[in-house]
């Protein structure tokens, strides 16, 4: 019991920093959540806010002085993003990047193959991923609630994997991306409505800093 009641407290304390703070820079957010966290409580605030991919940023947080440099450089290739890539649903959350694309943008409707404009958005991103080498990219597949849970399950997965397969055709080196399927359980938007329904079958990619990223923020903020 006092475990679970030390977890509700880091939650709900990264919760506030996220969403409270709104006077702060996400820069400041970054560097104000703290190498506490850790792998470990980034999954579990992922799974208690219904968000993956906060948590897994959150996960991946240096925090400090380190993070500030590090939010400093996401916020330059979110706003990148942003202009190259207009199709995109670009958002900063603490050290990291999510890249949001929906299936209207990747895929046809129960498909995992990509169409002529879906390669299109994604060879616009690859332009910017490559020019920012030091980072790390996690590719989140996920469905509507439609159809059975073992179904879309493999249809998430899928799809995901179709994408990290096109990033490494166009030269995103295999090391840097990892991929996951999460099929219906974790739904951002209401599944009773038709665009809702097509929202939730998206894609996410999740842009962190890598090993080297992260050495050369702490030997920055050394100086």
């Known amino acids: 019991m006092k475990r679970i009641h030390i977890y509700l407290i880091v939650i709900l304390s990264t919760i506030l920093i996220f969403s409270s703070c709104a006077t702060w820079n996400r820069t400041q957010k970054g560097a104000a959540v703290g190498t506490a966290t850790g792998g470990t409580m980034g999954a579990i605030i992922g799974h208690a806010t219904g968000n993956t991919a906060m948590g897994a940023i959150i996960g991946a947080t240096v925090g400090g002085t380190a993070g500030a440099v590090i939010g400093n450089q996401m916020d330059q290739q979110a706003e990148e993003i942003k202009k190259t890539v207009p199709d995109a649903n670009v958002e900063r959350v603490g050290e990291g990047i999510v890249v949001e694309f929906n299936s209207n943008v ?118």
Do not use: C, W
């Open 106 to 223: 990747l895929f046809g409707f129960d498909e995992s193959s990509l169409s002529n404009e879906a390669k299109s958005n994604l060879d616009k991103l690859v332009l910017v991923l490559d020019s920012y080498a030091d980072t790390d990219i996690e590719l989140q597949g996920h469905t509507d609630s439609r159809g059975s849970a073992i179904y879309n399950q493999n249809l998430s997965e899928e799809r995901a994997n179709v994408v990290s397969e096109y990033l490494a055709v166009k030269g995103i080196t295999s090391s840097r991306v990892v991929t996951k399927g999460f099929g219906e359980e974790v739904p951002k938007y209401e599944n009773d409505t038709a665009d809702g329904r097509m929202r939730n079958r998206r894609v996410e990619f999740l842009i962190t800093a890598n090993e080297k990223m992260k050495a050369d923020a702490e030997k920055e903020a050394a100086n």
